[in-house]
């Protein structure tokens, strides 16, 4: 059984199905404008925009993505996107209301633009190779055979009453069928909603009752590192908190005997016993694809909601022409569906371009730190892109786990998730890629929906410069923004709030169910311009470093993560009166989380015995990617007069820095520094 998935399509030996036309409100479609699948679609592998041949150099187009977003954009979503009904407005933007709308009145499927209008084309080319765990057991998915699962997926969905506009929470390990299950909601109108298959039941209830989903996909166990994962016993956990679930489909990973229960329905059956045709819904530019929780400065984590067309042309876009992505080429991306990486460099992204793109199931590591190395000879990819914490990892282990491999076949090689440090940035360049591949520092968020600052695309030969992102990508204006005054900070050699001045059609709609948040977050630190939380610093020539977050965000070994989440866990320990928790760099997960821990008066456990179980309270609460480096049983916390704890004070004790602590007079309490610098001083030595 284990394997039926997907030898499924080829076994029943059926074609790619064939299209037709419906309109789920029950309503006849009105296709204005002959566009009704007409695939326009250009040969994109000469020119790089053929669209805009007339423009002789990347600066002078990307002066007029800025100038002309209607053109720019219009002409890009008609010519690369297939549309079911025509758009009329290209943009209806307001950020100050946080109010986004791109490609009003178009109607398309992005399942359709991801897979069947390939399929159509070249059924038998490589859309999926799912790299699984153990080395050397991978699988090749054809758009022909993908079709077919998605269509299977989409009526075992549907055939269970799953609709248009439903949240479908997907808690997989990387494989075809999580990648068939997000196209499939895409296909009918369900909203999914990804959660990263290694967050605990706690937080993946949380996030399946803050989007009120009623199904769930969940497999039997998952597989990683050559450990065994157990899937279903979390989503059973976490389905009990959350009454809203209707429905858990269980697909079979491994084939161990889970106990399955009143809810639960065994997907590979219901996928065996479902026809391999489906009509996709026409849905609205503007419908929700997907929502995905990332973490913000306080407890809640936010569900960022992308909709179908605009998100689409952007990830489709950023993907071909930041990795100049040529036909049949294998595209690489490590990240994990359950990332919005992962999101848009895995599945929306390569599969817009009918590219073939790799499922990574396993880890940098397993069963050496040979692994992506391997894997590139293997498979002969031609783009990598991965994050700095598996680079900086690697690089400790040695260059000889990199060189014994054949990476000739690499082309370009990518990273984000965090600053890329030089060091690691030189290693990548000379040791990984020989010199001979561009290497993309891309800057991008969860809400970019795509890369918005990179090196590439940019004039031929263009420098690109060790360890910052440098560019904007079309159609972005950042601009850096001074925090105390508000002002703009004009010219080179300045350093101050990064944001984006201009709408493009990649970003954020909203926070699922809370759009004040999301006007509150986003666009009035810094009225009507999109703040991005990070801080960054503007070179002479006008490119662009990240100098890291300027909110109480940490970025973990590319885990994003608010300090506050940790925190909430932390004050639920009995014995906890208040906490306050930092970042503090850190050499290979790029920040360490220092948590500094006031207890209640008289009391007597072992601090051993508190810290293990604060550990474990978060790793059961969120996730072990969450468990504090350091615990710190503190005799106070450094607090205004007004009773607010001056985090820059912590941040600089956990980071080694006690004489640059500056001006602490203004403390209630200034003798408490003293004290936390003395206790921080212990536990490093102990150490
Ligand atoms: C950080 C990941 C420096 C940044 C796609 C951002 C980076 C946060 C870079 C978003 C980079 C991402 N250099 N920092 N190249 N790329 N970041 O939402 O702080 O998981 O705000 O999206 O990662 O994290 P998220």
């Keep these: 059984m284990k394997r039926l998935i997907l030898s499924l399509p080829s076994v029943l030996g059926r074609g790619a199905s064939k299209l037709k036309l419906r309109n789920n409100a029950n309503t006849t479609t009105s296709l204005q404008g002959g566009r009704e699948f007409s695939d326009e679609a250009v040969d994109h592998s000469t020119t790089p925009f053929p669209e805009f041949d007339s423009f002789k150099t990347h600066d002078e187009l990307y002066q ?30 307001d950020l100050i209301r ?49 079709l077919q699962l998605v269509c299977r997926m989409s009526n075992v969905l549907e055939s269970h009453g799953v609709k248009r506009g439903d949240r479908v929470a997907i808690y997989l390990p990387q494989s075809p069928v999580a990648v068939a299950a997000m196209l499939a909601c895409a296909r009918i109108g369900a909203i999914h909603n990804v959660v990263f298959a290694g967050f605990s039941a706690e ?117 071909k022409h930041v990795f100049d992505y040529q036909d049949k080429e294998l595209f690489g991306c490590v990240a994990d569906i359950g990332w919005i990486t992962g999101h848009s460099y895995v599945v929306y992204g390569p599969l817009s371009n009918g590219a073939a793109t790799l499922l990574f199931e396993s880890t940098p590591v397993y069963p050496n730190p040979g692994r992506y190395w391997e894997t590139v000879e293997r498979l002969k990819l031609n ?46 360049y000379e040791v990984i890629g020989e010199k001979r591949c561009d290497i993309c520092d891309t800057w991008w968020q969860t809400e970019t929906g795509g890369i918005a600052i990179t090196p590439r695309p940019s004039a031929p030969g263009a420098e690109i410069r060790p360890a910052m992102p440098m560019r904007p990508f079309f159609g972005i204006e950042p601009v850096l923004m001074e925090p105390q005054m508000g002002t703009e900070l004009k010219g080179g ?100 989380i220092y948590a500094f821990v006031v207890l209640k008066d008289e009391v007597n456990t072992p601090e051993n015995e508190m810290k ?28 205004t007069r007004s009773g607010k704890i001056m985090r820059r004070i912590l941040r600089k004790i956990a980071a080694n820095q006690p004489e640059e602590l500056g001006d602490v007079s203004t403390l209630f309490d200034p003798g408490v520094v003293d004290a936390l610098a003395e206790k921080h001083n212990q536990i490093t030595k102990k150490s």
């Design 612 to 639: 293990e179980q604060l550990k474990a309270m978060v790793k059961q609460r969120i996730s072990g990617f969450a468990q504090p480096d350091v615990i710190m049983f503190a005799p106070g916390l450094p607090k």
């Design 203 to 319: 937080a993946l209830a949380g996030r399946i009752i803050d989007a009120q989903a009623e199904t769930v996909i969940t497999a039997d166990q998952g597989v990683r590192g050559g450990k065994i994962i157990e899937l279903k016993h979390v989503v059973d956990e976490a389905v009990q908190t959350c009454p809203c679930v209707k429905r858990v489909f269980v697909y079979q990973r491994t084939g161990a005997d889970v106990p399955m229960g009143k809810l639960d329905i065994n997907l590979d059956k219901e996928l065996a016993s479902q026809p391999d045709t489906h009509t996709p819904a026409v849905l609205d530019s503007e419908d929700y694809l997907f929502m995905l929780y990332t973490s913000g400065s306080t407890g809640k984590p936010k569900g960022i909601a992308h909709t179908q067309a605009g998100y689409l042309l952007y990830a489709g876009l950023t993907m």
């Design 383 to 428: 783009h990598l892109y991965l994050a700095p914490t598996a680079l900086r990892m690697l690089l400790k282990s040695g260059n000889s786990w990199v060189t014994r491999y054949d990476r000739s076949s690499l082309r370009k090689l990518g990273c984000v998730g965090e600053p890329l440090n030089r060091e690691a940035w030189e290693w990548f």
């Design 493 to 592: 050699n300045v350093k101050g709030a990064l944001c984006i001045k201009r709408p493009w059609p990649g970003m954020a709609r909203t926070i699922y169910g809370d759009h004040q948040r999301f006007i509150d977050t986003y666009y009035k630190t810094y009225h009507g311009l999109y703040f991005t939380g990070d801080g960054a610093y503007r070179t002479q020539d006008g490119y662009y470093q990240i100098t890291g977050r300027m909110d109480d965000v940490l970025n973990v070994s590319g885990h994003r993560l608010g300090t506050a989440e940790i925190e909430d866990v932390i004050d639920d320990l009995e014995e906890t009166a208040e906490s306050a928790v930092v970042g503090f760099p850190h050499e290979i997960k790029g920040w360490g």
């Design 64 to 93: 007029f993505s800025l100038n002309s977003p209607e053109f720019f954009w219009g002409t890009l979503a008609r010519s690369r996107l297939k549309w079911f009904r025509d758009f009329g407005q290209v943009k209806d933007c």
């Design 98 to 146: 946080g109010h986004i709308r791109w490609f009003l009145d178009g109607q398309l499927n992005v399942a359709v633009n991801c897979v069947d209008r390939h399929a159509e084309k070249n059924p038998d080319s490589i859309a999926l190779i799912w790299e699984k765990d153990e080395p050397g057991t991978q699988e090749y998915v054809s758009y022909r055979e993908l």
